[in-house]
């Protein structure tokens, strides 16, 4: 069976967030060390795609995640704590987090794109030039020695 056959038999063949039944796909929780059914979900569109635009967020379609948090599937809870970091400011998600309990190696996993950390406190990293470095970016050390004479 491939991911997409399990995460249907899993999900009863509805989004995992918000159970939608229409334009289904796999979603990777990044990051991901190995793929497969443990570290992806089945998400509708509409989901997936604010999840990887923050732009187009509307915090009603979230409120799904009332439901989806409590989730037997890690995967499931990593995105739901994700969501619910990035909407804190709504007021409601706030509530949400402090019910929510997450194993400490699966919080670790939810933090690991700074989903929960204010703007202020992200690393982000710059090049010489000030521009923002992503992830896969290549990058030259160089050392610069300072010369007497």
Same mark, same amino acid.
């Given at each position: ?61 979230? =409120?799904?995640? /009332? ?6 599937? *890690? @995967? #499931?809870?990593? %995105? ?45 990293? =710059?090049?010489? /030039? ?6 896969? *970016? @290549? #990058?030259?050390? %160089? ?7």
């Amino acid at each position: 069976m491939s991911v997409k056959d399990d995460l249907e038999a899993r999900s009863g063949s509805t989004c995992e967030l918000c159970t939608a039944t229409n334009n289904l796909e796999v979603f990777e929780v990044e990051p991901v060390s190995i793929s497969g059914v443990d570290s992806s979900i089945l998400a509708c569109e509409t989901c997936r795609t604010q999840i990887e635009d923050p732009e187009q967020m509307d915090a009603n379609h979230w =409120r799904c995640l /009332n439901d989806s948090m409590w989730s037997e599937y *890690d @995967s #499931v809870k990593v %995105v739901a704590w994700r969501m619910l970091s990035r909407l804190k400011s709504e007021g409601w998600p706030k509530d949400l987090l402090d019910m929510m309990y997450l194993e400490p190696e699966v919080l670790d996993w939810a933090k690991a794109t700074g989903e929960g950390l204010a703007e202020s406190e992200k690393i982000i990293h =710059r090049d010489v /030039n000030g521009v923002i470095l992503q992830n896969g *970016d @290549s #990058v030259v050390l %160089v050392k610069d020695l300072k010369i007497k004479g």
